[in-house]
Structure formats: structure tokens, C-alpha cells
């Protein structure tokens, strides 16, 4: 199954440095019936920009918990085993989770399908969108706005060989 894992540039940097995601269950994004309910589509692709989006927002959650990161969300897609994912079965169904799941125990890097991670002219509006997040969950609407900004900028692919020139420790 690919799942998609929120993390940030020193996450990303610590993932490199360690050779895998996570310790122990960690939050991930996947197709899931909820994902399928919520999007509304049969197309595998949408599902999965879908389910790349729900991580991207995590990451700005991220981000906003995180105040020293660099102000670009980060999102790995990862292939892992069906039975190391499970839904989230106490929230799985919630509007506000849909794709949501958990990864029950540490991931190696070279699993990695993939990075994803926003452009420098996005840094403005990551940062904006962050510092927005606790008034947006409030129910400020202008904050929500500004939050959605931030999903106005297409996050960039990247192969996982560059993943060390991302973290600063290419060659």
C-alpha cells in the first residue's frame, strides 16, 4: 500500500540521517473507504492527490508545532505492507481525518517512492498558512482562506536520491 508521511525538513533530515521513518506507529495518509467517500471519485490518481493533499496539510500542522523548521511542507509516499497499515478505527470516519492511518512501526527509507516538498516562492504562504492554523480551526473563516493558500502551491516531485541535496548534505 502507498502511504503518504507528513514530516518537515528536519524531519526529513533526521529520516535521512537515520536510513527510516518513524519509531513506532506513526500518522499516515492512504487511499481508505473514507478517503474514497469523502473525494468522491473512482479515479486511483485523484484518490491518491487526494491523499498526498490530506499529508501536506499535516505537514503544515507540523510546521505550525515546529516554529524553527524551514517553512516548506514535506511529504514522503512510501510503499509498505497492507497488514502495517490500519485506520485510525476511533476517528477513521471523521470528516476532518479522511485517508488517515496508522503505520505500525518504523519504515526504511529505501522504501521510499518519492519526496514532495513545496518550492522556495512557497515559503511565504506556508508560513502564513501555519501561523493561521489555530484561528482556521477555531472556525475563522479568513484564516481558512489563508490556509488554503498555502494548497494553491503544488508541492514539487522529487526523486528519493535527491533527498540528501534537500536535507543540505549532498555532495
Known amino acids: 500500500m502507498r502511504v503518504y508521511v ?3 525538513l528536519p524531519g526529513l533530515a533526521e529520516a535521512y540521517k537515520t536510513g ?14 473514507g478517503l474514497r467517500e469523502w473525494y468522491v ?21 507540523l510546521l505550525a508545532a515546529e516554529p524553527a523548521a524551514p517553512r516548506r511542507r514535506v511529504v514522503i509516499a512510501v510503499d509498505v505492507a497492507d497488514r502495517a497499515v490500519s485506520a485510525d478505527p476511533g476517528r477513521g470516519s471523521e470528516p476532518d481525518v479522511p485517508g488517515e492511518v496508522r503505520v505500525a512501526g518504523a ?19 506556508v508560513t502564513a498558512a501555519a501561523e493561521a492554523l489555530p484561528a482556521a480551526d477555531g472556525g475563522d473563516d479568513d484564516a481558512q482562506s489563508v490556509v488554503d493558500g498555502a494548497e494553491d502551491h503544488e508541492l514539487l516531485w522529487f526523486a528519493t536520491q535527491e533527498i540528501a541535496n534537500l536535507v543540505g548534505r549532498g555532495d
Open 6 to 8: 507528513p514530516l518537515t
Open 41 to 61: 471519485s473512482d479515479d486511483t490518481e485523484e484518490l491518491e492527490y487526494a491523499a498526498l493533499g490530506r499529508a501536506a496539510l499535516a505537514s503544515l500542522r
Open 107 to 125: 519504515v526504511p527509507l529505501g522504501k521510499a517512492a518519492s519526496v514532495h516538498v513545496d518550492a522556495a516562492d512557497a515559503q511565504a504562504d
Open 20 to 33: 527510516e521513518l518513524g519509531a513506532g506507529p506513526f500518522v499516515a495518509y492512504a487511499v481508505t473507504p
